[in-house]
């Protein structure tokens, strides 16, 4: 993968409206590192799978964890044929005609395998880079994981090579014809904010910084 | 189906963190009726593919629609093994303990195959619904479909038979060797909220009721 651009396979070349095609490392990194779950697609010997759960970043890779029972994840070790997708929904779209109506959104596609995260410096650094995602310096102020459990939990990673972005922003796109249809015309915007931080029935301590900045800031 | 309870199958039954499985219709219908886009699982001869796609529910089924041209479409007729993910993400859950840490969601899955709408009066009555759910009121302003667009459009619905809902609400669960450690503890929200409603730089008109609410509801 260079500096700038992904190379597209057969697979992320996007073959509907092609002009919404990206490939630029950029966007890719900007679309995952906004997101806090992804859904993965794999299949098993009862069909096709869609699965939420959370993710992560760490240089070119996507990570994802749960517990060493999970049979997403022993199936991901299996047979690792999966494609992960990240979307964020911004917008309706509306045209003058019902047809041209669409969305405004941003979405990743991952292709590949997944590999297991076997060294344990690597799963200790992988899962401190998932809490330095949920709450920025929390890491040194929790309980940190035992022995037995970090034995009890995989961590998995899905090179980001063979990925595919698209996006969509701005207004609608009517046909000429329709240009004197008089219908409102415009976006309905969606919002990913925060809610002020609620703490627990059972916290006996002051809020920290990220907790505090978390209602203030954007998703 | 019966009025209150989905019948869990082998696939549906959820395996991991079962005691927050649900299997109430009611939770079904608000998790998906609350989204606009879902993700589909399948796979064709290039492997396993987790699609974004706009979603709407009429009774009990779960409609997409797309292009004729769809890859994603002749594949779900050719081979109609799908499985259709809606999640919604509500909030982090922030722990004593590292490894307690967990998300607040909404989740559900359908699986299933897909079936054309074939009926031109059911498919009529299909992207009525979605222009109805997307903007209530707009489907009388706008220029109706042609039968050449209808013509070039692919309606596909899936029965809500075999479903499975997941859902987390609240504060975190901590170990009870845990609830000494001074760490503050809660939830950080998401917002899933709706900014005011941008005209189009070529729109000529006034704002509808349904744009002009747009940005005063919670989506």
Known sequence: MTATALPPSLRTRVRRVAEL???EQAALHAILDAAYLCHIAFRDDKGSHCIPTACWRIGDHLYI????????????????????????????????????????????????????????????????????????????????GSAKEYAATTVLRIALDECAVKQRTGGPLDDAGDMAHAVWTGELPFTHGRGAAIADALNTCELPPYAAAWGTESA
């Open 21 to 23: 095609a990206s490939y």
């Open 65 to 144: 964890h749960g517990s060493n029972g999970s049979r997403m994840l022993k199936q991901l070790l299996l047979d690792g044929d999966a494609c992960v997708t990240v979307s964020h929904l911004d917008g309706l779209v509306l045209a003058r005609s019902a047809f041209n109506h669409t969305m405004n959104y941003r979405s990743a596609m991952v292709y590949g395998q997944f590999e297991k995260v076997s060294d344990i410096g690597q799963q200790h650094a992988a899962m401190d880079a998932l809490m330095e995602k949920l709450a920025p310096g929390r890491l040194a102020q929790v309980r940190g």
